[in-house]
């Protein structure tokens, strides 16, 4: 993508911050780039608001109202059950298309290929996004990331949504504070976004998943010292633990940081998975990853926006006590305990070499 977004986001109906990732993720992390979000249930307010952060970009009730703050793209900014287009977002993407946007799209199915929509687009000579299409010529992993000099590091997480991509983007700011060269792979539509570039994995065919992450590592290697590597899914998640595994044998990181949410006990929306303590979750990773590269788990990230402060401060005490390792919840307090950890493995490294 090489355009500077000014985005009209799209999150009709399901603003918020669960229910609006890739809208979430872009209003926190390139607030610069959006000048509105499209939500009927909540027009008349504030991002503020609605997330509790993001300032003053109004929430309006259509595309035309959002025009009059110059959008160049609509986002679709949220992903419907099985990622497919909402039939009452049509004439929502025929005004953007027809009012000169470009459409950037994360949903499962292919804006561009809609019959519809693509004579739309070439009428009015804008372009249509479609991030989770993969690229065409994937090979499959062979472990070509052993050769690469610099130190990559996975996210991992105890469910799906719960801080993966938020925590590496967090730890690069952090990282770059110390002048570290740091580089971020998203494999997700909202790292996409965010940085501009990526492979969104959960699209890709099953044997490629790991030569999509090994792609991106080689890729982001060439020019940084550290890799952060956006996880996906989850090893315990009963739907999506096969993309954990596809990234963390593609991606042959060097260490892991473990993602949780205190008060989240089950798997979302299937309660009868029950989520281990932080030590059976390490030993876990610890499991999967030594046949390959044994990556230790370095950090804790934990996700405490649904706790007072007492009680975010008291779970990450148990979860150092528990793992003997830093933990933070590096969006609310602070990400340096995370990136300190990550740099003392990479210089280590560099030690050894």
């Not at 019959?115 to 989770?132: K, S, Y």
């Not at 990450?316 to 933990?327: Q, S, V």
Request: with cysteine.
């Amino acid at each position: 993508m090489t355009m500077t977004p000014r985005y009209l986001i799209l999150a009709d109906g399901a603003f918020g911050p669960f229910t609006s990732k890739t809208a979430v993720g872009c209003i926190r992390f390139t607030p610069e780039q959006v000048v509105a979000v499209l939500d009927t249930v909540n027009a008349g307010r504030t991002v503020q608001d609605v997330l509790g952060f993001g300032g003053d970009i109004p929430v309006v009730a259509s595309v035309a109202e959002g025009l009059t703050l110059q959008p160049n793209v609509l986002l679709i900014g949220i992903a419907p059950a099985g990622g497919r287009l909402p039939e009452a977002w049509r004439p929502v993407l025929r005004a953007a298309l027809d009012s000169g946007l470009h459409v950037w799209s994360g949903l499962h199915v292919f804006i561009g290929d809609d019959p519809e929509f693509a004579e739309l687009a070439l009428r009015r000579n804008v372009q249509i996004v479609d991030v989770r299409k993969p690229p065409a010529d994937l090979p499959v992993s062979s472990g070509r990331v052993r050769d690469v000099d610099a130190t990559v590091i996975l996210t991992v997480g105890s469910d799906c949504n719960i801080g993966k991509m938020t925590t590496q983007l967090a730890v690069r700011a952090a990282l770059r504070d110390l002048g570290v060269r740091v580089a971020f792979a998203g494999t997700g539509q909202t790292g996409i976004f965010i940085d501009g570039k990526g492979i969104a994995v959960d699209a890709v065919v099953a044997d490629f998943i790991g030569g999509a992450a090994e792609r991106l590592v080689l890729d982001a290697a060439k020019d940084a010292d550290i890799v952060l590597v956006e996880g996906q899914g989850s090893l315990i998640h009963p739907g999506f633990s096969g993309v954990t595994f596809g990234l963390m044998h593609g991606s042959l990181p060097h260490a892991l940081v473990l993602c949780t949410q205190p008060s989240r006990k089950t798997i979302r929306n299937n309660d009868w998975v029950s989520i281990p303590s932080h030590k059976a979750l390490i030993a876990l990773h610890d499991a999967v990853t030594t046949p390959l590269r044994h990556a230790p788990t370095i950090a804790i990230a934990m996700n405490t926006f649904d706790l007072d402060d007492d009680a975010a401060r008291d779970a990450i005490e148990r979860a150092m006590a528990e793992t003997r390792l830093p933990a933070t919840d590096p969006v609310r307090f602070d990400p340096s305990p995370i990136a300190e950890a990550i740099l003392a493995v990479h210089e280590a490294r560099l030690a050894a070499r």
